[in-house]
């Protein structure tokens, strides 16, 4: 069954903010100014959708296909201010995205949604979704080895495999899933001492 965020699309980005601060927001605004002019954009998982009102505040003539299976979640997120940005909701699961060649695609906190069954598939899908030059923006969470990061980790995936009926039962290392595709990573920046982080990919 799939995963369903709507129980915990009102609370998401303030519980998120109380956990990590700054962190999750900085780490997924940090590369957006890498998304090239007049780029066609897919951005998948967005969630509540404020990464529209950032992408308007930076950018204009984005044409966004937007993409999530929560109802809620693609509520809050309609009601954004995109700014000069064309933008494309389509409620629904990733593998309604059948075609198309992005310039960018985005894919912050999603991958982390998956079991190792699914990622790899998931990987494998977006990686043809993406033009030769395009480049792939990924922000996650990333194993460590400190105790406290794993413990929030563990607490993380309880909660929401209660409460969003979240695939994943622990972490994957979606950077090497990721190179195992053909991709390269570009660039990387890392937040809330590591735990967090976000890269740039690319096929070339
Ligand atoms: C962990 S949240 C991350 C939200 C947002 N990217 C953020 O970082 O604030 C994952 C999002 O992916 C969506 N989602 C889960 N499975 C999905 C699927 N198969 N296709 C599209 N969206 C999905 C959920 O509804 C949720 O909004």
Partial sequence: MESNFDKVAGTYDGLARLIFGNSIKKSQVHFLNRIPDSAKVLIVGGGTGWILEELGSIKENLSI????????MMELSKSRNAGGNHVNFIKGSYHQIQS???DTII???FLDVFDEVELASAIEHFTKL???KGIWIC????KTGRLYHKVLLWSMHRFFNML????????ADFRK??????????ERK???NGLIYSAIYSLS
């Fill in 65 to 72: 296909d937007y993409v999530d299976s929560s109802n809620k």
């Fill in 100 to 102: 198309g060649s992005y």
């Fill in 107 to 109: 894919t912050n906190f």
């Fill in 130 to 132: 993406l033009s030769d």
């Fill in 139 to 142: 922000t996650d969470f990333q």
């Fill in 164 to 171: 969003a009926n979240l695939q994943a039962k622990k972490l």
């Fill in 177 to 186: 899933l990721l190179l195992n595709q053909g991709l390269q990573e570009n």
């Fill in 190 to 192: 890392e937040y809330f």
